[in-house]
């Protein structure tokens, strides 16, 4: 066998963006050695893109606002399926996560007093986010990587984890490979936290970046960790639609949060019917089945979506707060959104399933593998509100970061690395070059794609997801055998092969949560059945595993036990 | 339906070529569709770095017709489509693979960067027009192309000697900072080489962010290294005070 590179560290962190960084900050903090691995060069991580805001009942310009409000807004918004524990943690500890970016460096918009500025955005009572204009997740990936390389963190740039290593029933290290020269590399590690964000490559129409390919997810269910809540998958309301080249690109809630009208195509304002009181700032699970539904209805814009415009607040203004939208439209577009509507429609964007944790720790149903940030599930329940996902990833990077350096430094020194393991990794991982036939690995995922948007989208049936599910076998069929062309260096192709199985195993864990769950809540909308069912799905999350014959295994279990006085602070109807 | 013709660099530090490829045209396309395009039909390992499509994480940096540009942001439709369109790897930095070079001496420049440091009795209020100096230039995508046009890296390979647009304007970024009480100076005028740059404004001109780099960031910065190295009076002064 080929002789390949091997690093020691106590802990190492799978993936770069803002909850792998602040995960890898606070382990380093805490003493242990780190290594930070990331599939793309530090800095481009998804978190780039976020854009409207970081939410922290910092209550600046709401003084009334308070974590218990920022708890009550979350846990509805999710529909109540959350982890109490999580939403807790995540809306009292928000606040001090955000001054501590400040105190590294960060540059938020300012009040007129001289604080950080909230913005209003869809289910938050009080202006609740935290902000640089339209680009705050730029402002935080910047923050956190300054932080990162002045505190001893080592960054493995550019190299992909393939496998996760176990020596009995705890984590031993990772397995993966360099992209530049194509050779593999091991990871020692006593602990390994995954902080590899989404799934959106799945789908064909999304908002995410190339990397978002459900690798944590995969790696995570591959190493026997539970899965919950899969089908809960958010579709953005407002995505681009035109021209084609960009279709699905995010188009901030920030345009909705600064005043941004949704119309029909009969210059109605449509979201009057669907949430009479909350308009284009309800949750985004309503807002996208209101532009999904005006637009089946017949009530679409030229190229199918709806209007969205905010030209009505001034072109200075708009400049200001909405800079990078504004360049958007304009250069993707030729549209100028200070002067004309823009046409949305909604885009796969976030989802709210992931790997299982200990909301304390960030631990996993795995001893010594942690996640955190979009990887991890239970923290937004069956709908995320904007703006909880950056404070999402701070709270619980910390968490994450102080459970694995906690773990590492209990544990004893012996976890061994199996030979058979990484002989396994490696023959897997060189199948694609030996195959004499095989398929393309593009095509395939095209397929995938083409699946999950027709059968696994924003409106679902018992029909429609039964012939997802057969055919994403099929194409785990076609997905078993790949042929590919070139040599291992930097090769797209190779690296989409790997990603491919990441994609396909969170493509069936979707659709067969999304079959199960027989209502409707939050993200998940059931054509066939289209109400709450509190009774019997109200309490349950689902839970996808892999049994030991290596099937997938699909079930449910009960939601912890909310306390009497959190209980009080969430009562009353949610919609 | 028309097509263009993407002349496509190819090869590695060994050496390459262009290869050409027909790109049926979409709509609103930009140059790294017509990449992946060609990736999903005729060469799957062609190598192009790239990650969000959508301008904001500064990954997908070439030179399109000889002009460093991101891929995302180049619509066909921009381009002369009657002769064909050459997409070359920046020029600055090693190549890798095909488009994608090797970017890691910029990041291990920037760790000599002495982070952000704040006094103990801060009391964290700012004012919006204080922050928005410091803020446009934290709008920087890190893609590099100031540091790939730039004469005094890209034509005199001075490496070892400027840091380049991109680390001036992230330490202009830090000297700006309200807040901040780090001193910079002696770094910007040794090891960072901020005189050598002479002020061609080619780094401002390809800046998908339109950050002013040599006006707000470049042109500061030297007036302050002056302000303390080269100002006669104070010069007198501390020869006075014999400091």
Not at chain 1, 48 to 54: C, L, R, S
Not at chain 1, 249 to 262: C, F, N, P, S
Not at chain 2, 8 to 26: F, H, K
Not at chain 2, 100 to 105: C, G
Request: with cysteine; glycine share 10%; aromatic share 8%.
């Amino acid at each position: 066998m080929e002789k390949f590179e091997t690093h020691t560290h106590d802990v190492i962190v799978i993936g770069a963006g803002g909850a792998g960084l602040r995960a890898a900050i606070e382990a380093s903090t805490q003493g242990a050695s780190v290594g930070l691995v990331c599939k793309s060069l530090l800095g481009k991580a998804h978190t780039v893109m976020a854009e409207g805001g970081v939410a922290a009942a910092l209550a600046n310009v709401d003084s009334k606002d308070d974590w218990k409000t920022h708890f009550h807004d979350t846990m509805h918004g999710g529909k109540l399926l959350n982890n109490w524990r999580m939403a807790q943690l995540h809306a009292q500890e928000a606040p001090e996560r955000v001054r501590e970016l400040e105190h590294w460096g960060a540059l938020f918009d300012r009040t007129k007093e001289g604080n950080i500025n909230q913005r209003a955005f869809g289910g938050h009572t009080w202006k609740r986010l935290a902000h640089v204009g339209d680009r705050t997740g730029l402002e935080m990936i910047r923050t956190l990587q300054d932080r990162g390389i002045h505190t001893g963190v080592d960054v493995y740039m550019e190299c992909t984890i393939t496998h996760l290593l176990k020596d009995g029933d705890r984590i031993s290290g990772a397995f993966g490979y360099w992209r530049e020269s194509g050779r593999f590399v091991l990871f020692n590690a006593k602990a390994i936290i995954l902080a590899t964000g989404g799934i959106g490559k799945s789908y064909k129409v999304t908002s995410n970046s190339w990397e978002y390919t459900g690798d944590g997810h995969a790696l995570a269910y591959e190493a026997g960790a539970d899965l919950i809540d899969m089908e809960f998958v958010q579709f953005h309301p407002t995505g681009m639609v035109w021209p084609p080249s960009v279709k699905g690109i995010l188009v901030t809630e920030a345009v909705r949060g600064e005043g941004g009208i949704l119309t029909n195509n009969k210059g109605e304002r449509f979201m009057e019917k669907y949430d009479p009181e909350r308009m284009e700032l309800s949750t985004r699970d309503v807002v996208a089945r209101s532009i999904y539904t005006e637009v089946q209805e017949g009530r679409g814009s030229p190229h199918g979506g709806a209007f969205l415009n905010i030209s009505h607040r001034g072109a200075e203004y708009v400049k200001k707060k909405l800079p990078s939208m504004y360049h958007q439209f304009k250069e993707f577009a030729e549209i100028d959104i200070t002067k004309e509507p823009m046409e949305v429609f909604p885009t796969t964007h976030y989802v709210m399933g992931g790997v299982r944790v200990d909301p304390e720790t960030a631990q996993s149903t795995v001893n010594g593998l942690f996640a955190c940030g979009e990887v991890a599930g239970g923290m937004h329940g069956a709908n995320r509100l904007g703006g909880n996902s950056l404070s999402d990833l701070l709270v619980f990077g910390k968490r994450a970061g102080t459970g694995a350096a906690e773990y590492a430094n209990k544990i004893n020194n012996d976890v061994k690395v199996h030979d058979e393991e990484i002989n396994n990794a490696v023959k897997e991982m060189l199948e694609p070059f030996e195959n004499t036939e095989g398929e393309n690995p593009y095509t395939v995922h095209q397929g995938l794609q083409d699946a999950m948007g027709d059968f696994v989208g924003v409106f679902r049936t018992k029909d429609k997801l039964h012939e997802g599910i057969e055919e994403i076998h099929i194409l785990k069929e076609r997905g078993s055998q790949l042929k590919i062309e070139g040599s291992r260096m930097y090769n797209p192709g190779w690296h989409l092969c790997k990603d491919l199985k990441s994609m396909l195993i969170v493509s069936e864990a979707i659709a067969r949560c999304a079959h199960q769950r027989e209502e409707s809540r939050g993200a998940h909308s059931r054509v066939d059945f289209p109400n709450y069912n509190d009774e019997v799905w109200g309490t349950v999350n689902s839970v996808i595993s892999k049994d030991s014959s290596g099937d997938m295994n699909l079930g449910t279990s009960p939601l912890p036990q909310m306390p009497e006085e959190l209980k009080k602070i969430v009562e009353g109807g949610y919609k | 339906m028309s097509v263009a013709k993407l002349r496509i660099y190819r090869g590695d530090a060994e050496g390459g070529q262009e290869v050409e490829y027909d790109v049926p045209i979409e709509e609103g396309m930009v140059v790294l569709d017509a990449i992946h395009f060609v990736q999903a039909n005729y060469d799957g390992d062609i190598a192009v770095r790239w990650n969000c499509k959508a301008a904001k994480c500064g990954s997908c940096s070439a030179e399109i017709n000889g002009m460093p540009k991101l891929t995302c942001k180049t619509r066909l439709d921009t381009l002369p489509l009657d002769k064909p369109i050459t997409v070359h790897p920046l020029k600055t930095f090693p190549i890798m693979k095909d488009l994608v070079t090797d970017v890691s001496w910029n990041y291990e420049v920037r760790k000599k960067i002495p982070p952000f440091k704040y006094a103990k009795d801060t009391d964290w209020k700012m004012q919006q027009v204080d922050v928005e100096r410091s803020q446009e230039f934290r709008k920087c995508i890190e893609c590099y192309l100031c540091q790939d046009v730039c004469h005094v890296l890209r034509n005199h390979n001075k490496k070892n000697e400027f840091f380049g647009p991109r680390m001036m304007i992230k330490i202009a970024e830090l000297e700006m900072h309200p807040l901040d009480i780090e001193d910079r100076k002696e770094m910007l005028r040794e090891a960072a080489g901020v005189g050598y740059c002479n002020i061609t404004k080619c780094c401002t001109e390809v800046c998908p962010e339109e950050i002013h780099i040599t006006d707000n960031a470049i042109i500061p910065l030297k007036e302050r290294v002056a302000d303390t190295y080269f100002d006669p009076l104070q010069w007198v002064m501390k020869k006075i005070k014999g400091s």
